[in-house]
């Protein structure tokens, strides 16, 4: 049986990656989930998977030398999936060193202990181990506005933002522990997912929420800015995929093919709300575009992001699967099951953040 030691398993994608996994390959594997819980880790996203004896939490921080090199001496791990991360670019410009210290100094901690687990005393590693690095297409920087420009695994790293510079530095350091050691890992660079569990501070959930409980929806500078949306599910399997199929030392983009400018995706929630609300549901009558605000941009506000997925879908055969008008539906679906979720994740500090960045 096959042992993974998932990273940062409570956040968005991680979680949509466990049940992913489980749904995909049930009692033949073993997960091990370690997680700090900082203000983006909820093990409500898990509650499904926490009483399956092949799946085990461990709440401990990716920094914390001792516990991961504890974890990795008590199990036989056979992958590595490190997605944990802060992850937020607008928190990174407030507060960029948590970042670093994470993203960068995390990574390192990862990379370190996998690597005196698996490494043999003739400088090789033992057969058929891997880490798996998750990363983002934020690392290449800011397209033009051009829909014939996409970012390729060969373009050069210019990141703008502490959150992608951090990650560029968490990228540099697995490829140095490729190049140096030949240390068994692959590279992903993903575009911006959407889907269940996401934390409403990314667009998409906070969006939808403010929309149903009639609060502006704050769109930053002129509202033309393009991300490439991915269904998170394709992500998982995307994720998995290079993982058994890929070529080890690679990096694979993956990207939905799905740009749009951030305007658009504010009015297409607006449209598929007002669409899945029935007429006698009192929130329908401020699901307008009136809520729209335009409000100060970001700073070093990214233009534009675009993958061209070409390099997976050749070699393994990956392709996003989920159109947006599918996976927007599903999502607003799954905002709408769970709204004592939602109430869960904006107590508390998110409140705080969301007054400090929103209404100051
Ligand atoms: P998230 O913020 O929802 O989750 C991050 C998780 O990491 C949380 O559960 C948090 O508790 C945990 N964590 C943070 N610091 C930790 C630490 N020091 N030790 C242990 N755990 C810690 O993030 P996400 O959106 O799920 O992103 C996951 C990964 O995917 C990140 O590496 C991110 O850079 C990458 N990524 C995200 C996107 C996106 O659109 N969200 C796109 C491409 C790549
Ligand atoms: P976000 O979800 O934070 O992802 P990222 O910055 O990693 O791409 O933001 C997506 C886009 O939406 C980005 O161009 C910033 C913009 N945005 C808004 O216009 N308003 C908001 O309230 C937020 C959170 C983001």
Redesign the pocket.
Known sequence: MRTYLVTGGAGFIGSNYIHYMFRKYGDDIRIINVDALTYAGNLENLTQVQDRPNYTFVKADICDKETITRIFAENEIDRVVHFAAES???RSIRTPEVFVHTNVLGTAVMLNCAKAAWELTDGTFREGKKFLHVSTD?VYGSLPDDENAFFYETSPYAPHSPYSASKAGADMLVKAYMDTYHFPANITNCS?NYGPYQFP????P?IINNALQGRKL???GD?R?V?DWLYVEDHAKAIDMVQEQGRLFETYNIGGHNEKR?IEIVNIIIETLREMLPDEDPRKAHVTTDLITYVED?KG?DRR?AIAPDKIKAEIGWYPETMFKEGIRKTIEWYFAHEEWMKNVTSGDYQKYYTEMYEK
């Open positions: 937020h670019v607008d934020e911006n501070e990314k667009l998409i906070l704050p769109v930053y509202g800015n991300r951030n970001r506000h992001y």
